[in-house]
Every structure is written in C-alpha cells, then in structure tokens.
C-alpha cells in the first residue's frame, strides 16, 4: 500500500503528554496515530463519543450529579482503557 506523509500542528502540552502516553504502551506517536485513522475508517466515524457541553441556563433546573473523576496524564498510575486490544492490534503489524 503506498504511504503518505502527515503533517499536524498540536499543542506542545498535549503532544508531550500523548508521547508518555504512547511510550508506556512500547509504540510510537506515528504507530497510535495510525491506529487512531484505522479506527476511524472501521467504526465509520470518531472512534469514542463527543458531546457539545452547553452551559446552564436558568430554565434548565440544576441537578446535583456525582462527578467521576476522570484520570489525568499527570498521573503516574494512568492506564490506558482497552491497552490490551491496542497491544493485540499493534502486535498485527
């Protein structure tokens, strides 16, 4: 299959934090980013749900949920959910 070339500008913090990420799971950011477009192209779309966050607004009662806490990159102890079927999928190359 012929390759091509990508080219993206991202945020200097973000792209440090994705390569930690990338690096405790042994691949490179090019090896994730394919990974990334392969699942675009098999699900047909964005890989994991986006949602428009609207503020409140004074008709809309305000409801008191538990807020999850979501894990940081900061974190020493981040997993990456489903590391193992990337593992599987990178293992395929």
């Not at 675009?40 to 538990?66: L, Y």
């Not at 102890?77 to 190359?93: N, T, V």
């Amino acid at each position: 299959m012929p390759k091509t070339t990508l080219n993206l500008r991202i945020d200097s913090k973000i792209k440090k934090q994705a390569e930690k990420v990338v690096d405790e799971l042994g691949i490179s950011m090019s090896a994730a980013i394919v990974l990334y477009l392969k699942a675009i192209v098999r699900e047909n779309g964005i890989p994991f749900d986006m949602k428009v966050r609207r503020p409140e607004t004074p008709e809309a009662p305000k409801t008191k949920e538990k807020k999850k806490s979501k894990p940081s990159f900061d974190d020493d102890d981040f997993e990456l959910p489903g590391s193992d079927s990337i593992r599987a999928a990178i293992d395929k190359f």
